[in-house]
């Protein structure tokens, strides 16, 4: 079946510090990939996704490229922010018409000042 | 427009007793879902709607029976509490197009005791 695999956590960087968190998927066909962000006591909303090989998702200084020969979505932003302290959920759907996610199980960020 | 919303936002049972949560959205979404998520395993589909009158099991049925009476409504229920679904509960909504993003609700803190 289909299944995510995403860095394990807990991430601790400095503000302006790299950040990269791995994402590899096994998935027949050609899913829908995405990354969604948990602030601490809220739902989860999504931060960018990619439907297909080579599209790269971005939004809010982060990005993500859709490698179908690695199989891999992983998640870069140049230089976070307090503000970005979350956790991090990778997640494919396949295209079988439900929508279905399947989540990856989660990265904890956390960024000092 | 409040988007998904969930009831209650807290709830603690014991062992045996029933109980129901609500989850309601009002973007006139065709799809909607149930996940629960456990510490170090990310989320985890229970059931899912493809439409009013639709209910599909997901990753994690058992233990839980769903009702898609009208399409802004989503009911989770547990017949009888057990430890193990102690758990947060997230409803998600989305509109069924390819890829289309999934709205959560704000999540519902079940503890059986």
């Known amino acids: 079946g289909n299944s995510v695999t995403q860095m394990e956590g807990p991430v601790t960087l400095s503000e302006e510090a790299f950040l990269t968190i791995n994402c590899t998927y096994t998935?027949?066909?050609?899913?829908?990939l995405f990354w969604y962000v948990q602030y601490p006591g809220e739902g989860l909303q999504l931060l960018l996704k990619a439907t297909k090989a080579d599209d790269k998702g971005s939004n809010k200084g982060f990005e993500a490229t859709y490698r179908k020969e690695t199989t891999s979505f992983h998640l870069e932003k140049g230089s976070v922010q307090v503000s970005d302290s979350a956790v991090y959920f990778c997640a494919l759907s396949d295209k079988g018409g439900s929508e279905k996610l399947v989540f990856g199980k989660g990265t904890k960020l956390t960024v000092n000042p | 427009n409040a988007g998904v919303t969930q009831t209650p936002k807290f709830r603690v049972l014991k062992t045996g007793q029933s109980m129901t949560l609500l989850c309601a959205q009002d973007?006139?979404?065709?799809?909607m879902y149930w996940y629960r998520q456990d510490p170090g395993m990310g989320l985890r589909l229970i059931h899912y709607s493809v439409g009013e009158g639709t209910t599909a099991k997901g990753e994690v049925p058992d233990g839980y029976n769903v009702s898609r009476l009208k399409k802004q409504n989503f009911l989770l229920g547990l017949e009888s509490a057990a430890p193990s679904q102690t758990s947060v509960y997230f409803c998600?909504?989305?509109?069924?197009?390819?890829?289309?993003?999934?709205?959560f609700g704000p999540g519902t803190r079940l503890t059986v005791l």
């Open positions: 998600a909504s989305s509109g069924g197009v390819l890829a289309n993003e999934q709205f």
């Open positions: 998935a027949t066909g050609y899913p829908s």
């Open positions: 973007m006139n979404h065709e799809y």
